[in-house]
């Protein structure tokens, strides 16, 4: 019985207990034990104690008590076996805990609560957001009076101050409202506005362009502002684009993985986020036959018919309906779904002003290497594409054809992130977070050093990509399409779920506005950052082409530097995650309830029982 109370923690006792074998008559034995049916009254409670199944509150012995006078009929109807008082405190309690909850191939019914719909919303977010990237650099690149120069201009100038706008604005709206009625709040204006453009902005489309302005802005300032004037003359397009661009940063980086890392805890993030994706990039796949689809049923209508009006219409309904499911796939989890326990040593936080926010978040250095990997993703990638990109639209300057290939594109990388995803949660159980963290920049250096050399050192190639029927262009588009869907699918599967699961370990208050500040803000500030560096390249050194050795040079920089902070977030992701396991530990520890058994001279014990003669003052003793 001494071994079972040690196990359970600490108690304090008197020094020296006085028996009750002395107090009981002799007739008072096992008949009295188990045929007795006065109650005890007089306990004040304290502990909580378990007589035959029944709780009782037992106050906890204090050193500085007097005298307790307990009459003998009372005691004599209180004593039991030290046995049986010993299977009823600690059986009781611990079946209670080890019964096993049921399981669905080895998962427990109440992850895959969990996991199912989460892989579900993902499945409809991403297959929004590969129609909504692919339509939309149809829209502005095709566009009258545009080209693919307004690109730069519009990551610049305005996706990324939009984007901290919004930052602000949802920095502000969640000290203010619950996390349920902010997911609302954002994700519903954005299925208002896609359904609105499909129906009812591009048709009118021509009514509400002030092409007429631009045209004489145009003659005004010259060609070279051209890019700039598409913004104004293509505004309606320009804020689709912008919707989309914010669609991936806000619904799928804030709200559904901010969501995700709510309701799950770091060891199922590790087994089921990398397969997350796998559903996702069905989405992909389907996604991208769907595009493809609508692109080439333009060809099959008739004269004078828009159609990519119609094209528009049938995927903007889709994403309304995909928009819906979100909602409903929120509220269903919400309902049903139980939350997991937390440390509560970090649930109270002080609510923060916006910049208060912002500098507490500068000054956390997890965050700023969070933010540091994120920006370095978006200048690395962006680097990269924009320069396919300009090879993509020499190859292929008709918008069918672009975006047929866009959506052959976004299969493809649908079908390599899906081989990518089964294959992380190896990498994940054997190698770790750390090493998780480090493929996806690994992989964008190797391919994009392929890449640029081929740009770079294309003629000694020539004579070989002959004999493969194709031209060099025409090569360099295939490899920076390889280049692009190896270093997504590596994203995907392995750079989103590290990021996402570095958020799990913070307080809710940081978890919430880190997630802002970092997806919301870092994400297009990478983007924007790799626009501007090319900006500067080509007013620098004359064309996108001279300045491709720099861009190279630039990106090992970059890499090189994201490299470096993965591996400083690897050991401060470690430090909070030991540190969360033993607040947990101890907050086990402190709800376990403690019996007390008292031994006596002749071996006999009884459950809570005071004796009637105490000491003056007698030491606790720790056991």
């Not at 094209?311 to 919400?334: E, Q």
Request: proline residues 6%; glycine residues 8%.
């Amino acid at each position: 019985m001494e071994a079972a109370i040690q196990t359970r923690g600490i108690l304090s006792l008197p020094a020296k207990p006085i028996g009750a074998r002395s107090l009981l008559h002799p007739s008072h034995g096992l008949k009295h034990r188990l045929f007795s049916s006065k109650p005890r009254n007089n306990l004040p409670p304290s502990l909580s104690l378990s007589f035959n199944g029944h709780n009782k509150k037992v106050q906890s012995f204090e050193p500085n008590l007097h005298r307790i006078s307990i009459s003998h009929k009372e005691r004599s109807t209180e004593f039991i076996c030290k046995a049986e008082a010993d299977g009823a405190l600690f059986n009781e309690g611990d079946t209670a805990a080890v019964v096993p909850s049921p399981k669905i191939f080895g998962v427990e019914v109440t992850t895959l609560k969990k996991i199912i719909p989460l892989g579900l919303m993902f499945f409809c977010i991403l297959f929004n957001y590969t129609i909504l990237r692919d339509t939309k650099d149809v829209l502005v690149v095709t566009a009258k009076g545009s080209s693919a120069e307004i690109i730069p201009f519009l990551k610049t100038w305005v996706n990324l101050p939009m984007a901290i706008g919004f930052m602000l604005l949802y920095t502000k709206l969640s000290n203010v409202l619950s996390k349920k009625a902010l997911f609302y709040t954002v994700i519903i204006p954005f299925i208002i506005y896609f359904g609105a453009f499909g129906f009812v902005m591009y048709p009118l489309s021509n009514y509400i362009h002030p092409e007429a302005l631009a045209d004489k802005l145009l003659a005004t300032l010259g060609p070279r502002f051209m890019g700039p004037l598409a913004i104004l003359r293509i505004w309606s397009f320009c804020l689709f684009y912008v919707m989309a661009e914010l669609w991936g940063s806000v619904v799928i980086s804030v709200l559904f993985w901010g969501f995700a890392n709510q309701i799950t805890t770091v060891d199922e993030a590790k087994k089921f986020y990398p397969l997350f994706g796998l559903g996702a990039n069905v989405a992909l796949i389907f996604s991208g036959r769907t595009v493809k689809y609508f692109s080439n049923l333009r060809k099959n209508l008739g004269p004078g018919v828009d159609g990519w009006a119609v094209s528009l219409k049938a995927m903007m309904s889709i994403v309304v309906g995909m928009g819906l499911a979100i909602c409903f796939l929120y509220w269903w989890v919400n309902r049903y779904v139980p939350l997991p326990t937390r440390s509560l040593k970090k649930k109270n936080k002080p609510k923060m002003g916006t910049m208060e926010s912002l500098k507490f978040l500068v000054s956390s250095p997890y965050i700023r290497d969070l933010a540091t990997l994120v920006v370095a993703y978006g200048i690395s990638i962006n680097l990269v594409e924009v320069t396919w990109k300009s090879k993509l639209k020499a190859q292929f300057p008709s918008p069918n054809e672009y975006s047929a290939f866009m959506g052959d594109f976004s299969t493809c990388t649908g079908i390599a992130t899906f081989t990518m995803m089964l294959l992380s949660q190896y990498v994940f159980d054997k190698y770790g977070w750390g090493v998780a963290a480090k493929i996806t920049p690994t992989v964008l250096l190797l391919t994009g050093v392929a890449f640029f050399s081929l740009i770079l050192f294309g003629g000694p190639f020539a004579p070989l990509v002959a004999k493969l029927g194709m031209t060099p262009l025409l090569a360099a588009v295939y490899v920076g399409a390889l280049q692009n869907i190896f270093s997504k699918s590596a994203k995907y599967s392995l750079f989103d779920p590290c990021k996402e699961m570095a958020y799990i370990p913070l307080d809710e208050d940081t978890k919430v506005k880190g997630k802002a500040a970092i997806d919301v803000v870092c994400n297009p500030l990478g983007k924007s950052g790799g626009a501007l560096i090319q900006q500067f390249m080509i007013l620098s050194f004359g064309s996108l082409a001279n300045s491709t050795p720099y861009l190279g040079m630039i990106l090992l920089v970059i890499v090189t530097a994201w490299l470096a902070a993965a591996k400083s977030l690897e050991g401060q992701f470690n430090a909070l995650r030991s540190e969360e396991e033993l607040e947990k530990e101890m907050e086990r520890a402190s709800s376990v309830k403690i019996p007390v058994v008292s031994q006596e001279e002749g071996g006999n014990g009884s459950l809570g029982e005071s004796t009637s003669s105490w000491p003056e003052k007698s030491a606790p003793t720790n056991i």
